[in-house]
């Protein structure tokens, strides 16, 4: 080996494929790489190395095509996105499953039809990402289908709420420029319910068209087929990088309890204090600050509808 090649480089690890990483280093070259026993990680119990992950290595080799290289070292992960544990198909070690590691936010994906937007789902992600502390922004996708003033009527509360909202057609090429500039030089993670045109806008996004499958969306039900199960990186040509990730009925929401709920709903937060027991639920209690809100109208119904059930599913 010569020598040069024996320094320390650094990378993010970009896709992940069985016991096989794609790494880009920080000065632009991808290498195949592999763990081997002697890796370092500061990330305990968890998967070893997940997209996403900023990784040192060592290389093996530095052929003309191929670069590979030994991950030496994962560096500590500023935010996980975790999946649900699967008893029935719990192959994998590790107590935590990470799906992709050091996200800055959130993009929740839906769209304005086929399938029609659905804001209980979009409460669902806003509080998995309240509770992670990660940011979030909300595209409203096939913009193109919407001949109404309905579907930004349904979003209203949630811009009056400060969520940045993005209106897109990935078919007809709208609202990319604004999504472009969202995601400009940070990590970010899609997520939404299949058929809602993420891989669409990703392909867009990358300018590479079909880099990620797309799926016809279902006639008989109107839903999308689920076209995508690898979380996979891509760097965006303007600046950012994106992963494409599976829904959340895949997330771990095991943090998610009836006890802290009420904080990631975060209208609640400055009227809390007003309700008559320091622990309310803003369900049975009496002298509830929320629900007087609710019937006076200073809170939105559909929003407080959304925690009752968001509650209710929470055993
Ligand atoms: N009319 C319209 N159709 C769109 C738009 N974006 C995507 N589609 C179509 O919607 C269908 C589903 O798109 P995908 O990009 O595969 O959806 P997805 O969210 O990646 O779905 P999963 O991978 O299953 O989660 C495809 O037939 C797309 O052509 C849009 O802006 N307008
Ligand atoms: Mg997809
Ligand atoms: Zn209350």
Same mark, same amino acid.
């Given at each position: 080996? =010569?020598?040069?090649?024996?320094?320390?480089?650094?990378?993010?690890?970009?896709?992940? $494929?069985?016991?096989?990483?794609?790494?880009?280093?920080?000065?632009?070259?991808? !290498?195949?790489?592999?763990? /081997?026993?002697?890796? =370092?990680?500061?990330?305990?119990?968890?998967?070893?190395?997940?997209?996403?992950?900023?990784? +040192?290595? =060592?290389? @093996?080799?530095?052929?003309?095509?191929?670069?590979?290289?030994?991950?030496?070292?994962? %560096?500590?992960?500023?935010? #996980?996105?975790?999946?649900?544990?699967?008893?029935?198909?719990?192959?994998?070690?590790?107590?935590?499953?990470? @799906?992709?590691?050091?996200?800055?936010? %959130?993009?929740?994906?839906?769209?304005?039809?086929?399938?029609?937007?659905?804001?209980? %789902?979009?409460?669902?992600?806003?509080? /998995?990402?309240?509770? +992670?502390?990660? +940011? $979030?922004?909300?595209?409203?996708?096939?913009?193109?289908?919407?001949?109404?003033?309905?579907?930004?009527?349904?979003?209203?509360?949630?811009?009056?709420?400060?969520?940045?909202? @993005? !209106?897109?057609?990935?078919?007809?090429?709208?609202?990319?420029?604004?999504?472009?500039?969202?995601?400009?030089?940070?990590?970010?993670?899609?997520?939404?319910?299949?058929?809602?045109?993420?891989?669409?806008?990703?392909?867009?996004?990358?300018?590479?068209?079909?880099?990620?499958?797309?799926?016809?969306?279902?006639? =008989?039900?109107?839903?999308?087929?689920?076209?995508?199960?690898?979380?996979?990186?891509? &760097? %965006? *040509?303007?600046?950012?990088?994106?992963?494409?990730?599976?829904?959340?009925? +895949?997330f771990n929401l095991s943090d998610i309890t009836r006890d802290n709920l009420r904080f990631y709903f975060k209208?609640?937060?400055?009227?809390?204090?007003?309700? &008559?027991?320091?622990?309310?639920?803003?369900?049975?209690?009496?002298?509830?600050? @929320?629900?007087? #809100?609710?019937?006076?109208?200073?809170?939105? *119904?559909?929003?407080?509808?959304?925690?009752?059930?968001?509650?209710?599913?929470?055993?």
């Amino acid at each position: 080996m =010569k020598k040069e090649d024996e320094k320390v480089l650094s990378g993010m690890v970009m896709e992940v $494929s069985g016991a096989s990483y794609v790494v880009i280093t920080d000065t632009g070259t991808e !290498y195949r790489c592999r763990t /081997f026993p002697g890796t =370092k990680t500061e990330n305990g119990d968890t998967t070893l190395v997940a997209v996403g992950d900023r990784v +040192e290595l =060592k290389i @093996i080799e530095t052929g003309t095509k191929l670069h590979e290289a030994a991950i030496t070292f994962v %560096l500590p992960r500023r935010t #996980a996105l975790t999946r649900k544990r699967d008893v029935r198909r719990n192959r994998s070690k590790e107590k935590v499953q990470v @799906i992709a590691a050091n996200i800055d936010q %959130l993009v929740i994906v839906v769209s304005a039809f086929e399938p029609l937007l659905n804001t209980r %789902l979009v409460d669902r992600y806003l509080v /998995f990402a309240e509770s +992670e502390q990660m +940011e $979030s922004v909300i595209v409203v996708n096939k913009m193109d289908l919407d001949d109404s003033s309905e579907t930004r009527e349904l979003m209203a509360p949630y811009h009056a709420l400060g969520y940045r909202i @993005i !209106y897109t057609s990935a078919e007809e090429e709208h609202g990319m420029e604004e999504l472009q500039e969202a995601l400009a030089g940070k990590l970010s993670a899609f997520s939404g319910h299949s058929g809602v045109g993420k891989s669409t806008l990703i392909n867009q996004l990358s300018g590479q068209q079909d880099r990620l499958r797309t799926g016809e969306t279902n006639v =008989k039900t109107g839903k999308g087929l689920h076209t995508t199960t690898n979380a996979v990186m891509l &760097a %965006l *040509p303007c600046g950012g990088h994106l992963i494409d990730t599976p829904g959340i009925r +895949e997330f771990n929401l095991s943090d998610i309890t009836r006890d802290n709920l009420r904080f990631y709903f975060k209208e609640f937060l400055p009227l809390m204090q007003q309700c &008559a027991y320091s622990s309310c639920s803003h369900t049975v209690e009496p002298d509830c600050a @929320i629900v007087q #809100a609710v019937e006076s109208g200073r809170l939105d *119904p559909d929003r407080f509808e959304s925690y009752l059930a968001l509650y209710e599913s929470i055993d």
